[in-house]
């Protein structure tokens, strides 16, 4: 019971599985119920830890299951079996439609999106304004979020999350898109929870990223956790890839 203080994640025999539908079936198909659906599996049989304040950089190749892996955490999906437990508030920026409503505004998914992360109303309103600053996004912020391109839909999303105050931090570099400058603002701002006893997640094809903000590595593989350790485990990954090249 004592190693659980520390804990911040912990995942248990986690395994997700997908039904695929192919082509739309023929009417025999829909009565016999074959011949169209395929089973996929993306995770498979994960069991993970990772103390507070670890600050972990996730590799793998495209389809590996790193961003299923990241969605099973959060709890944006529900794992097929095994059992996620977290031990915080946690808060991430994974799927720029998770959360938000197309025909709100840019303040009306601000107090939303905050209290699907669980924020209280009061901690947002006290927040507000400086997820608004941080964003950047002027009078859009009266706008429905359907107007908004997707680099302003990261700056909103990742405002909100960043000042959630999160215990633990998700960040997916597949949707860490935008201009230089905002990214800049991004760093500095994943820096401070750097320096703070946060958790930090974050999957990037971009190492020099990873190796600058990480310090523990995650090789996820075909569904399955092949390494975890020092930043070795992604050399041995990109060993890998070039051989396969």
């Not at 997640?201 to 090789?219: E, Q």
Request: glycine share 8%.
């Amino acid at each position: 019971m004592k190693k659980k203080v520390n804990l911040s994640i912990e995942l248990k025999n986690v395994t997700k599985k997908y039904t695929i539908s192919h082509e739309k079936p023929t009417f025999i198909e829909n009565i016999l119920k074959r011949g169209y659906k395929e089973k996929f599996t993306a995770l498979k049989k994960i069991s993970l830890k990772i103390n507070k304040g670890e600050k972990i950089g996730i590799v793998g190749s495209n389809g590996a299951g790193k961003t299923t892996l990241l969605k099973v955490i959060t709890g944006i999906t529900e794992p097929t079996s095994g059992k996620v437990s977290l031990f915080g508030k946690i808060s991430s920026l994974i799927d720029l439609e998770a959360g938000f409503h197309p025909d709100l505004t840019g303040e009306e998914n601000i107090f939303i999106n905050g209290m699907l992360i669980g924020m209280k109303k009061s901690e947002i309103k006290k927040s507000y304004k400086k997820i608004v600053e941080f964003a950047e996004l002027g009078s859009f912020i009266d706008a429905p979020l359907y107007t908004y391109s997707q680099g302003m839909k990261l700056r909103l999303g990742f405002s909100v999350a960043a000042f959630s105050d999160p215990d633990i931090f998700i960040l997916d570099e597949g949707i860490y898109v935008g201009d230089d400058y905002f990214q800049a603002k991004c760093d500095k701002k994943i820096n401070e929870f750097l320096k703070q006893n946060k958790t930090i997640i974050l999957v990037s094809h971009w190492l020099p990223f990873l190796k600058s903000h990480a310090k523990r590595f995650i090789w996820v593989d075909k569904g399955r956790i092949r390494e975890d350790g020092k930043y070795k485990v992604v050399k041995n990954y990109l060993n890998s890839k070039n051989k396969k090249n």
